[in-house]
């Protein structure tokens, strides 16, 4: 298995542009997060997804941030307009209940000027 | 959110040393894990440990979880350089949800 792939590894954008991360989850997990690592804040968790339905988007900053799974296997992290505080590391991640373990992509390095 | 405090937040040692790092939290969870990032990559799982008291061990890496699994230990043995990266412990709830620690960043020096 390729793991979690995500794409694109870094994304450079002007503030007020429309942003979106992709992120193809570990065939046959039912779970994905979305997080977002800073130095200031460490890692986040932005929303959790169980069986493409959003359980938990109690993270997600604004109404600026959205997120959709609209299948098993391919979720979007959309930021717009995007603004220079959103710069920072995001990852998607999956797992399957009961397993006790998150398994993370290599993450999008977003930086907005 | 359901916060987890690692200390200390960063930490310097010479090769051969020891050290210990502390993952401490008010919310009790079903599962604790530890994982290790490198610059440039996502977390990587090391260990999980489930019952309160629980310690395992991955060669010179100790795990603890405390009674009332709200708290947790890494202890490593003989540092060495490749141990050099970001420790963040992680707290599973009942929801199956992961929530990470503010992370240590730890620096072996050869």
């Known amino acids: 298995d390729a793991g979690v792939i995500q794409s694109p590894r870094h994304e450079v954008t002007e503030m007020g542009q429309e942003v979106t991360l992709r992120c193809k989850p570990i065939?046959?997990?039912?779970?994905l997060f979305w997080y977002r690592q800073t130095m200031m804040r460490g890692l986040e968790l932005l929303i959790y997804?169980?069986?493409?339905?959003?359980?938990?988007d109690s993270g997600m900053p604004e109404d600026r941030f959205s997120a959709k799974m609209p299948n098993a296997s391919f979720s979007t992290l959309k930021i717009q307009p995007s603004e220079p505080r959103d710069s920072a590391v995001y990852f998607c991640?999956?797992?399957?209940?009961?397993?006790?373990?998150?398994?993370f992509g290599q993450g999008t390095r977003l930086t907005v000027v | 959110t359901q916060l987890l405090e690692q200390s200390p937040q960063f930490l310097s040692i010479q090769e051969g040393e020891n050290l210990t790092v502390y993952c401490n939290s008010s919310?009790?969870?079903?599962?604790l894990q530890w994982y290790r990032q490198e610059p440039g990559e996502g977390p990587v799982l090391l260990v999980t440990?489930?019952?309160?008291?629980e310690v395992k061990k991955l060669k010179r890496l100790t795990f603890q979880f405390g009674d009332a699994r709200k708290d947790s230990s890494l202890h490593i043995t003989a540092a060495q350089p490749g141990d050099t990266g970001l420790y963040l412990c992680a707290g599973e709830n009942t929801g199956n949800q992961f929530y990470f620690g503010t992370g240590t960043s730890l620096t072996v020096i050869p």
């Open positions: 991640a999956s797992s399957f209940t009961g397993l006790t373990e998150a398994f």
């Open positions: 919310s009790v969870f079903s599962s």
């Open positions: 065939s046959g997990h039912n779970s």
């Open positions: 997804f169980n069986n493409n339905v959003p359980i938990d």
């Open positions: 440990v489930v019952t309160g008291g």
